[in-house]
């Protein structure tokens, strides 16, 4: 059975342009710098150059995944021991937890409920008052609310309380462009927000490995010996790099298509499940609530995967399906009548 895989936008395969572009990529060490500063591979600045511009940044740097971009951004902002403001449902707490683990890089989270994607600005104004914070994180698209997009107009007020105490601001954008594309905006305007910003090439831009990471040029030079020392440092780096060029250049502009796809699936799943919109639904993301079925999203997904649909577990009982580019407006349609089908069967029982 061929399988509609709706887990996440992570699973997308290299487009053919990629691969060639990776068999031509022109490259050297990366990791080793020419009398100017710059890495020797000459593919990889390219890529670096081209995400600064596109974010409005003085200086974009590659990193192997977003994680490793959250780490080099919050350990060159911070250092062990300091306070960070988190979104409670943030995936750098929830997901990736290294940085605020005491064996790892020891940073104390300071948590503030995050609903809808956006910090509650008065317990952040609170928080910057009374503890001795030295950064502020912020998600966008934000994973945990649903792929809500969070309006600059938000971000601004956060950037604005941040800087009143002299406390930088990091954006996860893991899906900035998502985030940008469902609000109709440029990514620019969103990464003006924030002092410093990750985004992935490998989710729904499609590239096979990498993030990049872009500030300012004082912080980048030291987020750049963070990543030497961490071990992100590559060196025919080019390679990937030019799956990276290809993801700006001509993948950005078909995410409204995964936008599109996520709305056909959630009106089916409406019109024929019975099944409400999702809260907070901006992008390529749905959250399904299964405790009205009285059943585990364990469960659930053991029953779709038979029925030919994989899906993400996000909670106990909450499974996530992503929209991406190797997954059809028509499978998104058949995924939605197999959980529509399923979700009438299962209240017919229990009803
Ligand atoms: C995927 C993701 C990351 C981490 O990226 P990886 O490349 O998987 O390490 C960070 N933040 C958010 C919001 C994500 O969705």
Do not use: Y
């Amino acid at each position: 059975m061929a399988m509609i895989d709706l887990r996440s936008d992570t699973v997308t395969k290299p487009t053919p342009a990629m691969r060639r572009a990776m068999m031509e990529a022109e490259v050297g060490d990366d990791g080793r710098l020419d009398p100017q500063g710059m890495g020797e591979d000459p593919t990889m600045n390219r890529l670096e150059a081209m995400a600064a511009a596109l974010l409005g940044k003085d200086r974009a740097l590659f990193v192997p995944s977003g994680t490793m971009g959250n780490v080099v951004a919050l350990m060159t902002h911070c250092r062990r021991g300091d306070e960070v403001v988190v979104g409670d449902k943030a995936h750098v707490l929830n997901i990736e937890k290294a940085i605020f683990e005491e064996e790892f890089f020891g940073l104390i989270p300071v948590t503030i409920p995050d609903p809808a994607g956006k910090l509650d600005l008065a317990l952040l104004e609170k928080a910057l008052k009374t503890k001795p914070i030295r950064l502020v994180c912020v998600e966008n698209t934000h994973n945990f609310a649903g792929g809500a997009a969070v309006p600059p107009e938000h971000l601004q007020k956060v950037q604005a309380l941040a800087h009143a105490h002299q406390v930088p601001v990091h954006m996860d954008g893991a899906r900035l462009f998502n985030a940008a594309t469902a609000l109709k905006i440029e990514a620019r305007v969103l990464a003006a927000t924030v002092d410093s910003v990750m985004f992935c090439l490998s989710k729904g831009l499609s590239a096979p490995i990498g993030s990049m990471i872009a500030g300012t040029g004082p912080f980048m030079q030291r987020a750049w010996e963070r990543r030497k020392l961490l071990g992100g440092q590559m060196r025919q780096a080019g390679v990937v790099a030019a799956a990276g060029i290809e993801a700006i250049q001509n993948m950005v502009s078909r995410l409204e298509e995964d936008h599109q796809k996520a709305r056909v699936l959630a009106r089916v799943l409406a019109e024929t499940g019975g099944l409400k919109a999702p809260e907070n639904f901006h992008s390529n993301m749905i959250k399904l609530d299964l405790t009205s079925l009285n059943f585990s999203a364990k469960e659930f997904q053991a029953e779709m995967a038979r029925r030919g649909v994989k899906v993400h577990i996000h909670a106990p009982t909450e499974i996530r399906l992503v929209t991406h580019k190797d997954v059809s407006e028509a499978e998104c349609l058949q995924a939605a009548q197999i959980i529509s089908q399923f979700w009438k069967e299962r209240r017919r029982e229990m009803a």
